[in-house]
């Protein structure tokens, strides 16, 4: 009997990550099922055949190399036909109340981390001549909002990587697919990492965009779509023919986009500010 294909999710101990671990491994995948919170992943394999834990934080190089290791070992060797790079945090702030050291965190697990898991899937994907690498961006990394300009940084980085990657790749056999989820309804607002409070002394000069900005984001993502519901549009992405370069889920999102990237600045600035109730 032919093995099953492996995928590797990460940040798959909550959300959309655990969602997609879940559909993956229903569809017939071994999913390597990776994050730092050990117990919730113990949880997920317990729960659902063909998922393995992988203790992973995507942020540090050697932990990376770590989980690697263990992932070699249980596949011969011949490393994984699917990598989601899924773990991600959205802060939250005016850009002059982040701190640098926040920013670079922010960067640290949603670029950097996303990086160091590209670099470590492809030499096997190479010698294959196939796999397919999905990245997780957001609406944010097609328009920007106030109070998510660090955030939003970050996933237009991961779409500039992964339009240049997917060129780069193609020759090998490799596809690259971005998701661009609009809101989601899952614990993102509430990880510690987002959370983590650090004062800056121009906190005062933007109370009022802060507070909105937080309720805002705090509604949306309460009435965003399901973590499921982004699931099927990753493993559709990681398992279809011919995959479009990027989908944004749901599909109606569309129009958003379009209508803000086609305003005039300006413009699109004002329907930005009315959306979070700011002036
Ligand atoms: N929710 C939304 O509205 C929305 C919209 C668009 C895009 N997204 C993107 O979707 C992805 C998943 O977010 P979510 O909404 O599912 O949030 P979530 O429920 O908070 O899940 C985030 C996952 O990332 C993991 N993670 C965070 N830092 C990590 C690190 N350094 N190393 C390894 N894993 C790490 C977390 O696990 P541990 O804490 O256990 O490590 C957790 O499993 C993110 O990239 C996010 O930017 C979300």
Do not use: C, H
Not at 43 to 66: K, N, Q, W, Y
Not at 206 to 234: F, P
């Amino acid at each position: 009997m032919d093995s099953p294909p492996n995928a590797l999710v990460t940040g798959a101990s909550s959300g959309i990550g655990r969602a997609t671990a879940i559909e993956l491994a229903r569809r017939g995948f071994r999913v390597f099922a990776a994050a730092r919170r050990e117990d919730a992943l113990a949880e997920l394999a317990e729960s659902m055949p063909g998922i393995v834990a992988v203790a992973m934080d995507v942020s540090d190089p050697e932990s990376v190399d770590r989980a690697w290791a263990k992932i070699q070992a249980d596949t011969g060797g011949s490393g994984v036909d699917v990598l989601v790079n899924n773990a991600g945090f959205a802060l939250a702030g005016p850009i002059e109340t982040l701190a640098a050291g926040r920013l670079e965190r922010q960067f640290g697990t949603n670029v950097f981390g996303m990086l160091s898991l590209i670099r470590t899937v492809l030499p096997a994907m190479r010698a294959r001549g196939t796999g397919r690498i999905v990245n997780i961006s957001s609406v944010v990394g097609r328009v920007t909002f106030p109070g998510m300009g660090g955030y939003g940084a970050t996933k237009y980085a991961v779409e500039a990587i992964s339009d240049a990657l997917r060129l780069e790749v193609a020759p090998f056999g490799i596809d690259v697919v971005l998701i661009e989820p609009s809101f989601v309804a899952t614990a993102i607002g509430a990880s510690a990492d987002a959370l983590e409070v650090v004062p800056s002394p121009a906190d005062d000069a933007y109370r009022e965009l802060i507070a909105r900005g937080r309720d805002y984001m705090t509604a949306q993502v309460a009435k965003g779509i399901s973590a499921d519901r982004v699931a099927t549009a990753i493993a559709d992405a990681a398992t279809r023919r011919n995959p479009r370069p990027r989908y944004l889920v749901p599909g109606s999102a569309m129009a958003l986009v379009a209508v803000l990237t086609a305003l005039p600045d300006r413009l699109a600035d004002r329907v930005k500010l009315r959306a979070i109730g700011a002036r």
